[in-house]
């Protein structure tokens, strides 16, 4: 399989608010890309549509080479199911369930499915959670961990089904500065176990570190996409340079 990820000529509006513009790109297997860019240009709307959070107008979505849009038609609803749970997706404001454990957090999802037996499921909740750095947490509630905690609960929680591809949509921004390093250590050793994924983030010097490609949006499309390198060391666009300029 080539791509992990296809998205052509992706169109999203909101009435007659063009929110996506064509936007074309592709995610291969282990690659991790963070995309960047000023608030409103469409990276939350971008990263929404792949996991069909929302609809887009037109355009086509594969993931793992099958298509959940295909040219502005949509799958059926079990095959949007089954495209779509390959997916985990992790958002700004952790979004866990308050009045269900850590645990029950983690294992909601799996035990509706029932694709696992309780065991297994038991097994993998309590190695995610040892793997953030939360085995002594699984039967509290969110509402007694830090935002750093939380946001590392979501991050296991996304990974329970399994996920091909996970999805970030700037995992960093509610916390305090000082809780941020323990998140993006938790993303860093993903990374490194070549988890493919897409990272929206305002974290630059963590896109540098991390990403294998960056695309910078602007105005409901990639402006500019390339390494590191070339994005944050020789931008070739005049809007990219005055976004890096500002952050
Ligand atoms: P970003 O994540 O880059 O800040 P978004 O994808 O959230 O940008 O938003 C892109 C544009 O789409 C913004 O102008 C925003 O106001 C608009 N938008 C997002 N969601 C909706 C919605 N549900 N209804 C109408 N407009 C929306
Ligand atoms: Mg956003």
């Not at 063009?18 to 995610?27: G, S």
């Not at 990974?159 to 000082?178: G, Q, V």
């Not at 809780?179 to 929206?200: F, H, K, W, Y």
Request: with cysteine; glycine share 8%.
């Amino acid at each position: 399989m080539s791509s992990m990820i296809e998205v052509s000529q992706l169109q999203k509006s909101f009435g007659s608010l063009d929110v996506l513009k064509q936007i074309t790109f592709d995610v291969k297997p282990g690659e991790v890309v963070a995309v960047i860019g000023p608030s409103g240009s469409g990276k939350s709307t971008m990263l929404r549509s792949l996991v069909h959070l929302e609809e887009v107008t037109g355009g086509s979505i594969l993931i793992c080479g099958k298509a959940l849009v295909d040219n502005g038609k949509y799958a059926g609803n079990a095959d949007i199911r089954e495209i779509t749970s390959t997916m985990g997706m992790v958002f700004q404001h952790f979004n866990l369930f308050p009045h269900l454990t850590v645990r029950g957090n983690l294992e909601l999802a799996p035990r509706t499915l029932k694709r696992e037996s309780v065991q297994d499921i038991t097994a993998k909740s309590e190695a995610l959670l040892s793997k953030v750095g939360l085995a002594d947490k699984a039967d509290v509630y969110p509402a007694m961990l830090s935002g750093g905690q939380k946001q590392r609960v979501a991050i296991a929680r996304a990974m329970m089904l399994n996920p091909d591809i996970l999805l970030f949509d700037e995992p960093t921004s509610a916390l305090d500065p000082e809780l941020t390093g323990e998140v993006l250590r938790v993303i860093r050793q993903l990374a490194d176990e070549n988890m493919t994924m897409i990272i929206v983030t305002h974290e630059m010097n963590f896109a540098r570190d991390v990403a294998d490609r960056v695309f910078f949006m602007d105005n409901g499309e990639i402006a500019e996409s390339g390494t590191p390198e070339q994005i944050f060391g020789n931008p070739q666009l005049e809007r990219t340079r005055t976004f890096l300029n500002r952050e």
